[in-house]
């Protein structure tokens, strides 16, 4: 919980981005009921429910417990786990990652001294794709074929290679040597890379073996475009751009609808991205149709894709403007997706900027917008 200008914000972390259909069912309700009726994904891909009502979070708690979603409060800050959400998905997945995020997760909660944890500490487990690289996570693994993943340590490719029977332990445990190494420094770093030899240090109580060596070898970090693809058993696999990552109560009901009719093949069919979407997989005839009609993006060339922003008004006191409402107006007159991410903020701290590259559509105090350092007015602003 964070206090915001329009009342009680609610992060809920979802190791891996996976939600059931219920779940997410239970979120949108509790947002209707508590908050301002919205779900807001992030660039972690948790949620978040704002403009909770005095006395809504312990209401809200109890119902997150009750769904799974709160599995330990005194952890729950540090739950910070992405997984590539097409994992096990498609041609490009060495290995279905999403067992061992949920691992991590299990691990980190059952370790007393975890909880000390700073919440910006991230882990990451990539399925060999390399799409998490412009999260710079503090411990990730990246497999490189169906049995062993490659330990990186604050993004940076260690060359040690780890059997993935053993990752979630090694992953646990380079943690725990980050809290050690942070203590011994007498630092008070919330990220690996903020200690003096961070990496290697960290590597060096792992007792693993090899030095930090910077390779990092293909990494797109760039995301998922919304579309359509088949999976390796030629089940239909969406991947749904939330405009702004934020949905409202019927697209929520739309996107469980459309999971819970889903063909499971008993992997979890709901996944959240970092990049304000949601892979839905196994879907069934019609579904494109319905979660069209209620907003959500399917089309790779909308402009839509790869655009982001942040509260901004009312909900933080430090905006200089409606920046969601402005890109709403503004957006949907982009010809199409310019490939580029742009990400709109309120002032100069940037909340929720994408990792790597972006155009940078910021807010000025006597109104407009900087797009990239030149100054124009809120309807001049264009991705290109
Ligand atoms: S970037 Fe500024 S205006 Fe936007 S949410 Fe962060 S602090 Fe608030």
Same mark, same amino acid.
């Given at each position: 919980?964070?206090?915001?200008?329009?009342?009680?914000?609610?992060?809920?972390?979802?190791?891996?981005?996976?939600?059931?259909?219920?779940?997410?069912?239970?979120?949108?309700?509790?947002?209707?009921?508590?908050?301002?009726?919205?779900?807001?994904?992030?660039?972690?891909?948790?949620?978040?429910?704002?403009?909770?009502?005095?006395?809504?979070?312990?209401?809200?708690?109890?119902?997150?417990?009750?769904?799974?979603?709160?599995?330990?409060?005194?952890?729950?800050?540090?739950?910070?786990?992405?997984?590539?959400?097409?994992?096990?998905?498609?041609?490009?997945?060495?290995?279905?990652?999403?067992?061992?995020?949920?691992?991590?997760?299990?691990?980190?909660?059952?370790?007393?001294?975890?909880?000390?944890?700073?919440?910006?500490?991230?882990?990451?487990?990539?399925?060999?794709?390399?799409?998490?690289?412009?999260?710079?996570?503090?411990?990730?693994?990246?497999?490189?074929?169906?049995?062993?993943? #490659?330990? /990186?340590?604050?993004? *940076?490719?260690? &060359? @040690? !290679?780890? %059997?993935?029977?053993? =990752?979630?332990?090694?992953? $646990? +445990?380079?943690?725990?040597?980050?809290?050690?190494?942070?203590?011994?420094?007498?630092?008070?770093?919330?990220?690996?890379?903020?200690?003096?030899?961070?990496?290697?240090?960290?590597?060096?109580?792992?007792?693993?073996?090899?030095?930090?060596?910077?390779?990092?070898?293909?990494?797109?970090?760039?995301?998922?475009?919304?579309?359509?693809?088949?999976?390796?058993?030629?089940? #239909?696999? /969406?991947?749904?751009? *939330?405009?702004? &990552? @934020? !949905?409202? %109560?019927?697209?929520? =009901?739309?996107?469980?609808? $459309? +999971?819970?009719?889903?063909?499971?093949?008993?992997?979890?069919?709901?996944?959240?991205?970092?990049?304000?979407?949601?892979?839905?997989?196994?879907?069934?005839?019609?579904?494109?149709?319905?979660?069209?009609?209620?907003?959500?993006?399917?089309?790779?060339?909308?402009?839509?894709?790869?655009?982001?922003?942040?509260?901004?008004?009312?909900?933080?006191?430090?905006?200089?403007?409606?920046?969601?409402?402005?890109?709403?107006?503004?957006?949907?007159?982009?010809?199409?997706?310019?490939?580029?991410?742009?990400?709109? +903020?309120?002032?100069?701290?940037?909340?929720?900027?994408?990792?790597?590259?972006?155009?940078?559509?910021?807010?000025?105090?006597?109104?407009?917008?900087?797009?990239?350092?030149?100054?124009?007015?809120?309807?001049?602003?264009?991705?290109?």
């Amino acid at each position: 919980m964070h206090e915001a200008a329009d009342g009680g914000l609610a992060r809920v972390r979802l190791p891996g981005g996976v939600l059931s259909a219920e779940q997410l069912r239970l979120l949108a309700a509790a947002a209707v009921e508590l908050g301002d009726g919205h779900l807001e994904l992030t660039s972690r891909a948790n949620v978040q429910i704002r403009a909770l009502q005095p006395g809504a979070p312990v209401e809200l708690s109890d119902r997150l417990y009750a769904a799974g979603l709160l599995p330990s409060i005194s952890h729950e800050r540090v739950r910070n786990v992405l997984a590539s959400p097409l994992s096990g998905l498609d041609q490009h997945s060495r290995y279905d990652v999403l067992p061992v995020a949920g691992e991590v997760d299990r691990l980190l909660c059952a370790r007393p001294g975890l909880a000390g944890l700073p919440g910006r500490f991230l882990f990451a487990l990539d399925d060999g794709r390399g799409d998490l690289a412009s999260a710079k996570a503090d411990v990730g693994l990246r497999m490189v074929d169906g049995e062993r993943g #490659e330990l /990186l340590l604050a993004g *940076v490719a260690t &060359g @040690v !290679l780890v %059997a993935v029977e053993q =990752a979630a332990e090694v992953m $646990v +445990a380079a943690a725990e040597a980050f809290l050690a190494e942070r203590a011994e420094q007498q630092s008070e770093a919330w990220r690996l890379a903020e200690l003096t030899a961070g990496p290697k240090r960290v590597l060096a109580r792992l007792r693993l073996g090899e030095q930090p060596t910077g390779r990092l070898g293909e990494q797109t970090g760039r995301g998922l475009a919304a579309g359509r693809l088949t999976d390796l058993v030629g089940a #239909e696999v /969406l991947v749904v751009t *939330v405009p702004l &990552g @934020v !949905l409202d %109560a019927e697209q929520a =009901a739309v996107l469980a609808e $459309v +999971a819970e009719q889903a063909d499971t093949q008993q992997r979890p069919v709901l996944r959240v991205t970092p990049w304000r979407s949601v892979v839905v997989a196994g879907v069934v005839e019609g579904a494109v149709r319905r979660l069209e009609a209620v907003g959500l993006v399917l089309e790779p060339s909308s402009p839509w894709n790869g655009v982001t922003s942040c509260a901004g008004r009312p909900g933080c006191a430090k905006a200089l403007a409606d920046v969601r409402g402005d890109a709403r107006r503004v957006v949907p007159g982009w010809s199409a997706a310019s490939g580029r991410r742009v990400h709109w +903020a309120g002032c100069e701290r940037r909340c929720g900027r994408p990792g790597g590259e972006f155009v940078d559509v910021l807010a000025l105090a006597g109104g407009g917008y900087s797009v990239d350092g030149v100054v124009m007015e809120v309807d001049e602003v264009r991705a290109q």
